[in-house]
Nanobody, 121 residues
Framework: QVQLVESGGGLVQPGGSLRLSCAASGSIFSIDLMGWYRQAPGKQRELVATVTSGGSTRYVDSVRGRFTISRDNAKNTIYLQMNSLKPEDTAVYYC???????????????WGQGTQVTVSS
């Protein structure tokens, strides 16, 4: 069974930094795309950043230049370094993995449970 486990969320002051981690466990072979999404209260879930197995990255405009996504393919783990955090970054952050095989089963998409990030003074 595949599990995506996020960690690293918390409360931080505006201008501060946090680093999120997401580890995918299970007998996983070569995840094509991994990424971070977020959902603020009363809003739809939105893409924050993605990274392919080859290392190509994509960011939503509101975080470009402040957030950095990285990936360790050997560990099936991604990270999100968040700097210069703003109150509007407050949300539950979800890890996503797309298009991979595990234990003979093909997964189009899998999600973590989410980790809360709160930016407030």
């Amino acid at each position: 069974q595949v599990q995506l486990v996020e960690s690293g969320g918390g409360l931080v002051q505006p201008g501060g930094s946090l680093r999120l981690s997401c580890a995918a466990s299970g007998s996983i072979f070569s995840i094509d795309l991994m990424g971070w999404y977020r959902q603020a209260p009363g809003k739809q879930r939105e893409l924050v950043a993605t990274v392919t197995s080859g290392g190509s990255t994509r960011y939503v405009d509101s975080v470009r230049g402040r957030f950095t996504i990285s990936r360790d393919n050997a560990k099936n783990t991604i990270y999100l370094q968040m700097n210069s955090l703003k109150p509007e970054d407050t949300a539950v952050y979800y890890c996503n993995a797309e298009r991979f095989w595990s234990g003979g089963t093909y997964y189009a998409s899998a999600w973590g449970q989410g980790t809360q990030v709160t930016v407030s003074s």
